[in-house]
């Protein structure tokens, strides 16, 4: 079940992709990928797996490798995505001291998109 931020997310990707905004689909994407990321599971969880004694490191049995991924509330996954937007804003900053006013922009174009899906799904980008 997708909640209504990942919906947004995903619709704006969409979007971005038919509109080939490289910049938008970059910073979406990064975004989608943060909230994915943070469901995975640490790999020391579950690690009771029988090995085999033919291949070395291999597990044996059907889905012994499979583990079921966290579920995250709205308040977690709207959090990552306003560390994605904090992010994107020092970004910008680091950019523009460095002198490079292109890469200051997109960062900052970013951090709007993102904000922008925030405030469309009720949050406020902080």
Known sequence: MSSALRVVLRSRL????????RA???VLRSAVAAIENAEAV???VGSAVTTSADVAGAAVGLGV???ERRRLDDATERSIVVAEVRSLAE???AYAAAGQPDRARDAAAGAALLSAVLDEVGGVAG
């Open 14 to 21: 969409t979007a971005a992709m038919r509109e080939r905004d």
């Open 24 to 26: 938008a689909v970059s």
């Open 42 to 44: 640490p790999p020391d």
């Open 65 to 67: 490798t499979e583990a």
């Open 91 to 93: 970004a910008e900053v």
